[in-house]
């Protein structure tokens, strides 16, 4: 069986990485700005709607916005 736990948001690293603003994922998303600050500091999961829409507009994968643990 597999154990997954999601783990640190990596969204603002990714937006850094990019030259992104969150304004600008904000406007690109319409995603409320409270909830990408949320994402970022920890205090809330992205449903997988959100999590799909930012990974289209920053042109990455799903998986590629949280660190994942994974056990076997």
């Given at each position: 069986m597999i154990y997954l736990e999601i783990?640190?948001?990596?969204?603002?690293?990714l937006l850094d990485k990019r030259k992104m603003t969150?304004?600008?994922?904000v406007d690109l998303t319409g995603i409320d700005k409270s909830q990408?600050?949320?994402y970022i500091s920890n205090t809330r999961k992205m449903s997988l709607t959100n999590a799909k829409?930012?990974?289209?507009?920053?042109?990455?994968n799903i998986d590629d916005l949280y660190e994942w643990k994974v056990e076997r």
């Open positions: 783990g640190q948001c990596l969204l603002k690293e969150q304004q600008q994922l990408l600050s949320g829409k930012i990974a289209l507009v920053i042109k990455c």
